[in-house]
């Protein structure tokens, strides 16, 4: 099994870390991501396309979310073409703990199929749907809603091609995009405790994100509710 770390080489804030996850992922190797500041309005509109699905995703994306988009892509179609059941698909400001990561993807590796997609989420947020296994206090479970973030999953090659299939165009972030199993049709799974977490903050903060001001803030949180509100019962109609 491969591990394909997305990192943009011109961020050397995170070298060392990429450097530490090439160590500590089985068969890591680095997967050169899409740069969003070189890509022009012909490229973003080739890719991008607002109101595709639902429910609609309330605000624009900007250029680094997806690039972002499409450096998962990238391994996503890395893994179709390596023929392997699995991959796992890792971004760089990716932190392991060793003791806990080790039990969490024993649980995770003995219940993959090519069909599947498993999370490893560096917050407990979801809410558990079934229990699946459990390997040292590791649980598996089935949430109930797909949790946010695209730090750390394991995708098995179906799953992978069938997500080339259905992203050649694209209408919101990629982890936004995942949670949408009722379009997807993949089944997906979590994992926690597991010893994963998010390291953004002290090695450079987030590269795809761009700070708001307060007044931005609020005015994107009845939207952002009002967006899960929707999910959170689309996701219930398909459990």
């Known amino acids: 099994m491969k591990s394909f770390v997305i990192h943009l080489r011109r961020n050397t804030d995170r070298t060392g ?9 089985p068969l890591a190797e680095v997967v050169d991501a899409v740069d969003g500041q070189v890509l022009d309005d012909k490229a973003l509109a080739s890719v991008y396309e607002t109101d595709l699905h639902d429910p609609k995703y309330p605000f624009r994306m900007g250029p680094n979310e997806i690039a972002c988009f499409l450096s998962h892509r990238k391994c996503w179609q890395k893994i179709v073409d390596g023929g392997d059941i699995c991959a796992l698909v890792a971004e760089d400001d990716l932190n392991v703990d060793a003791k806990l990561w080790a039990p969490a993807l024993d649980v995770a590796l003995r219940n993959m199929t090519p069909d599947r997609i498993i999370r490893f989420p560096p917050k407990n947020r979801e809410k558990i749907n079934r229990k699946i296994d459990q390997e040292q206090g590791a649980l598996l479970f089935r949430p109930s809603v797909i949790g946010l973030s695209a730090v750390l999953h394991l995708i098995g090659r179906n799953a992978a091609q069938q997500l080339l299939d259905l992203t050649e165009k694209f209408d919101r972030p990629v982890d936004t995009y995942l949670q949408m199993r009722w379009h997807t ?53 398909g459990s």
């Open 17 to 25: 870390n990429v450097a530490n996850l090439l160590q500590n992922l």
């Open 185 to 237: 049709g993949i089944e997906t799974l979590s994992v926690y405790p597991n010893g994963v977490d998010n390291n953004a903050d002290p090695i450079g903060g987030s590269s795809i994100q761009t700070r708001l001001s307060l007044k931005s803030k609020l005015a994107r949180a009845f939207p952002r509710q009002n967006y899960r509100t929707k999910v959170r019962k689309l996701s219930e109609i």
